[in-house]
């Protein structure tokens, strides 16, 4: 396997190897009837092996270089949730009687994070937004829904065009903002409304180990040391703004890939068709060739800065949160960052100029100096939806 | 000569392609007689192309991506000079009558640095140490040489064999630390001693941008955040340690390299052997790939920490510093670094053990603990001569 792996110039690190239902390893052979799944997961920092299990000792199925370990099924499926729990523990994210609101894509990460959820007795419902990108969302759509109704757990729907009134392709077309700022703007907006209208005391994203250090990677490299100070495990709540929190954080891609699959979950396995030159992508590669030489590094990089430079860049200053005058969601503006986008792909005009003509509102959104100062903003809000900005999430958490 | 780079798999941002003494463009044609030099610049972030300057409008001959710029050979010349000059101001390193110190390696840094020093009138001598790696070290102590007869400049030389009884092959292979460890822990000793000795101000060396954007990945993967302090283009003398500079720190690889090779200076090209496989290289060639894809990501990233982060990373303890019983040089222990490792090689015994045997002085060095603490500090310091461990630079400039 690991031969052919090298023939397609895959890295073994980077993929999961299917044959029939079942994972194979690097030493694994295979004859040419076989038919082989060779399923991306992105990025990563593992690879099955023959080792044996660090726990109790039978056949290992996946090996994970920078824990130096390898599990087989049960011993893996146990090491995740056991990662989980100790990330909730660590950082006091779910009460039992919560209620939680898991944010799911379709993808791996927020299907394994509902999953595990469920399994450890939360209550967890989905809520899956609507996007209309083609294919890939009702496809999306598809694994939301019957993953819910298998697991019977309630699953809360948000179309952004039937509720909103555009699609991300076309906000991508007709807005200022780029296809990825406008998405992560959505996401982050009908997330926290939905949680609060619906009264869930939490959100849960499933952000892994990869995307927080490929993100502060790409922070860091600009010194957004606001950004930096956000990038948290828990922001919690405050005026008008749910709490939310990121359980999967300790995990790995791989880890929550080689989850996914061995528990047997359906779930999206194309990346968003419209994510391709992603500037996180290039920093999550970044990182990938670094942990292949030193496996580890993401992790000693995402933990070093929650325990040692955390602190350092916490004293922010805290912005003032008032509601939007047209969706009454919290924002630092007159209008939310949501509102101005949506009435600016649809044509319409947000509420009348005020006197001096200086505020937002205006059909064209806000004036010259705020507008650049707002897509200097985009810019690095764009690197990922957990990039939080000012004016949905305004203070750091802890 | 795009399209020979092609063939040979090469990136023209990381090479100098000369033709009979003449830099090529990637659009300049070369037919089959032609012999050609591609001479790798380690890495660098430009390329040159049939551009005009941006000073003058004749045709440019180096590419400067970041600066989205191009220069002719004259004002070339003068925007390194320029660049020098700004460093210095900006940081008020040099003044008119300060006796400066260039530590020369050979390579076309610290040869660029010396050069320009001396250009723009400043009293600049040369250090060179004989680190007795072969043919790379007499190679270099040529090109040191012949450089300072032909400027009428100062040569300083210490040659670590005959006046400390080892030389770095040996040192690699009979001492605890990596060679590189020891070479970097001996470089900084013997230029800080040769600077007091010699009554010189200032020790200048050759650190450029790429060097710097390398160091702080590299601390910053870690949140070494005492290393991540001292990463100061300046740092101000104390007690027993000279004054330390780097102007070419807003210089690339690439601009010293083409300085380099358009002032005539003759430098050693090739790398130190025993280099092979260094963590510092790594952090380059993913700072290159950043750089490929987005200019100016290095010079964001270091120039981005001196102006926003440095002052968070500023609040580090300072040590106490008293004189090494050996030698005299400022150390926090008993014996300084250097002492203890020259014992170690040559199998000398350090002093007496103090009473109750906690000190540092036994033949093997420090005791356990302390060794392993020791340790973990030169894999870092390890990764490049200006991570300076406490030893040696011990609290924070500005």
Chains 1, 2 share one sequence.
Not at 98 to 108: I, N, P, T
Not at 125 to 134: A, S, W
Not at 175 to 190: E, F, H, M, P
């Amino acid at each position: 396997m690991h031969d052919v792996l090298g023939e397609l110039g895959i890295d073994p690190d980077t993929v999961l190897v299917i044959r029939d239902r079942e994972l194979l390893t690097r030493e694994d052979r295979v004859s040419d009837e076989d038919v082989i799944e060779v399923r991306p997961v992105i990025s990563g920092g593992a690879r099955p092996t023959r080792m044996k299990c660090r726990r109790c000792k039978a056949p290992a199925i996946v090996e994970l270089r920078r824990h130096n370990a390898a599990f087989c099924r049960g011993c893996f499926l146990r090491h995740v949730r056991e990662q989980v729990k100790r990330a909730i523990e660590a950082y006091d994210m779910l009460g039992p009687s919560d209620r939680v609101l898991v944010a799911v894509s379709g993808g791996k990460d927020s299907l394994a994070l509902w999953d595990v959820l469920l399994d450890l007795g939360y209550r967890a419902d989905g809520l899956y937004l609507g996007l209309g990108i083609g294919e890939y969302s009702s496809r999306s759509a598809e694994v939301a829904r019957s993953f819910a109704l298998e697991r019977r757990a309630g699953l809360v729907e948000v179309d952004l065009a039937r509720d909103y009134g555009f699609d991300i392709p076309t906000a991508g077309r007709k807005g200022s903002r780029s296809t990825c700022a406008v998405c992560g703007l959505s996401k982050r907006y009908v997330f926290n409304r939905a949680a609060r209208e619906g009264g869930y005391d939490v959100i849960a994203t499933g952000h892994n180990l990869d995307d927080e250090a490929a993100t502060l990677l790409g922070n860091t490299l600009r010194w957004q040391t606001d950004y930096i100070a956000r990038q948290f495990p828990v922001l919690e709540a405050e005026e008008g703004l749910a709490r939310k929190v990121k359980p999967l954080f300790r995990l790995s891609e791989l880890e929550t890939a080689a989850y996914a699959f061995l528990r047997g979950i359906d779930y999206v396995v194309e990346e968003c068709p419209l994510v391709s030159g992603n500037t996180q992508l290039r920093y999550k590669e970044a990182m990938n060739r670094l942990e292949s030489t030193s496996p580890g590094t993401k992790a000693q990089f995402f933990f070093g800065y929650l325990e040692r430079a955390a602190p350092l860049f916490a004293e922010q200053d805290a912005v003032e949160l008032a509601p939007c005058e047209r969706c009454g969601q919290p924002t630092t503006g007159r209008f939310c960052a949501f509102c101005r986008a949506q009435a600016q792909i649809l044509g319409e005009r947000l509420g009348e100029p005020r006197a001096g003509g200086k505020e937002q509102g205006d059909r064209l959104g806000a004036p010259p100096a705020a507008a650049d100062e707002r897509a200097e903003r985009e810019v690095v809000a764009n690197l990922s939806e957990e990039v939080l900005p000012v004016e949905i999430y305004g203070t750091t958490a802890r």
